[in-house]
T-cell receptor, first 114, second 112 residues
Framework: DAGVTQSPTHLIKTRGQQVTLRCSPK?????VSWYQQALGQGPQFIFQ???????QRGNFPDRFSGHQFPNYSSELNVNALLLGDSALYLC?????????????FGPGTRLTVT | QKEVEQDPGPLSVPEGAIVSLNCTYS??????FMWYRQYSRKGPELLMY????GNKEDGRFTAQVDKSSKYISLFIRDSQPSDSATYLC????????????FGTGTRLQVFP
């Protein structure tokens, strides 16, 4: 089992550009959550997808959007990038009938906005 | 005020020391309490979890939850240089796949 995978590992974008990050969940998992971790901070919840619908959302602007595909993989899109969007973006997968501690994190995508 | 407060450290201890990491929280609805370990430039990995109040031990690690004080702790006995990492506390409500609320993380360095 490959666990949770994310791509790309690292990318650099310019202010105002748009970016798409990808996540493949652990085998058997149907729910994907996205977190943003700024340098020196803990992860902050962005949103969660289940059955291709956004189920929960944290306190993030509409510039952050997502999608879940029928195979449970997910994308995170960020429009009109700001310098403050520079962070490690983490994907966590889980089963909808699981427990809160059964969320498994991927290695993250490090986004740098210049 | 943040929902979860955690001293960011850094904490530097000699090998073999007992390490105490702590978090406080304000939301009495939290039912699950987790500790994650995060190595540099990696994703967090679950170390221990506790449901509601009480203690839980796993090898060199002990997790404690005091819901009356809204205070949780992680103790690491006989610390090793390989324990050097950032330790994140996280909390969640009582239903399935609820979002996790993290502390800032405490950076721990164990020197030989």
């Amino acid at each position: 089992d490959a666990g949770v995978t994310q791509s790309p590992t690292h990318l650099i974008k310019t202010r105002g550009q748009q970016v798409t990050l990808r996540c493949s969940p652990k085998s058997g998992h149907d729910t994907v959550s996205w977190y943003q971790q700024a340098l020196g901070q803990g992860p902050q919840f962005i949103f969660q997808y289940y059955e291709e619908e956004e189920r929960q959302r944290g306190n993030f602007p509409d510039r952050f959007s997502g999608h879940q595909f029928p195979n449970y993989s997910s994308e995170l899109n960020v429009n009109a990038l700001l310098l403050g969007d520079s962070a490690l973006y983490l994907c966590a997968s889980s089963r909808t009938d699981g427990t809160p501690y059964e969320q498994y994190f991927g290695p993250g995508t490090r986004l740098t906005v210049t | 005020q943040k929902e979860v407060e955690q001293d960011p450290g850094p904490l530097s201890v000699p090998e073999g020391a007992i390490v105490s990491l702590n978090c406080t929280y304000s939301n009495s609805a939290f039912q699950y309490f987790m500790w994650y370990r995060q190595y540099s430039r990696k994703g967090p990995e679950l170390l221990m979890y506790t449901y509601s109040s009480g203690n839980k031990e796993d090898g060199r690690f002990t997790a404690q939850v005091d819901k009356s004080s809204k205070y949780i702790s992680l103790f690491i006995r006989d610390s090793q240089p390989s324990d050097s990492a950032t330790y994140l506390c996280a909390m969640s409500g009582g239903y399935n796949t609820d979002k996790l609320i993290f502390g800032t993380g405490t950076r721990l360095q164990v020197f030989p």
